[in-house]
Each structure stands twice: as structure tokens, then as C-alpha cells.
């Protein structure tokens, strides 16, 4: 990141889809089917306690998940399987078995 005369050029954030592989995403459907219907509306974030005490946000777990990123290992470690956002989802993902899934799938690949 350099500064310009007080403006700053950021790195480039855009995703290369070509480097990113969905076997994570697809083998996690597969054990969890009701991940499916997510539509990322962000309420088993907010109603996370896990989110009070660290950075842990589901919503963004699933979404680079679905971007076919696999640096998720240290962000799944943070949830703490209290179960509260299984209870608010509107559209009935089972989220705790999302974890579940994710975590069963990360020790799979060996990631």
C-alpha cells in the first residue's frame, strides 16, 4: 500500500474464481443439505455469542465458503456451538450442523 499526496492505493481485492476450488462447499451441501436455502440475511451473526467475544461471523464463513475459499480452518475454531443462531434463522438452516459439517470437512481434506 503506498500513500500519493495523501491518498492511499490499496491492494487488489477482487476474487480469482479460477484459483478457487468448491469441493469444500459442495462436500459440506452434501452432509447438510438445509445450507442450500441460506440466503445470507445475517441474523445468525447478530444473534451470535461467539460475534461478542471475537470476530467469528458466520455469514461471511458461508459466503467465502460459497467463493470457493479455503482459509477458513482459524475462523471455525471461534464458533462455540451455542446453538442460538440455529434458532433465529428464518429460512430453518440448521446452522449448528453447518459447523459441524464444515468442521468434519476441514479435518476430511486435511485442510
Do not use: W
Not at 37 to 47: D, L, M, Q, R, Y
Not at 56 to 78: A, H, P, Y
Request: net charge positive; charged share 20%; with cysteine.
Amino acid at each position: 500500500m503506498s500513500n500519493f499526496f495523501g491518498y492511499q492505493i490499496h491492494n487488489d481485492r477482487q476474487i480469482n474464481f479460477d484459483n478457487n476450488d468448491l469441493y469444500i462447499i459442495k462436500y459440506v451441501d452434501s452432509l447438510e443439505p438445509t445450507l442450500k436455502t441460506c440466503i445470507s440475511c445475517g441474523t445468525c451473526t447478530a444473534t451470535c455469542t461467539a460475534t461478542q467475544f471475537t470476530n467469528f461471523n458466520l455469514r461471511k464463513l458461508i459466503t467465502m465458503l460459497r467463493r470457493g475459499e479455503n482459509n477458513i480452518k482459524e475462523e471455525i475454531n471461534k464458533c462455540m456451538l451455542c446453538g442460538k443462531c440455529s434458532l433465529v434463522c428464518p429460512r430453518g438452516v440448521n446452522t449448528r450442523n453447518v459447523i459441524l459439517a464444515i468442521k468434519k470437512t476441514i479435518n476430511y481434506f486435511n485442510l
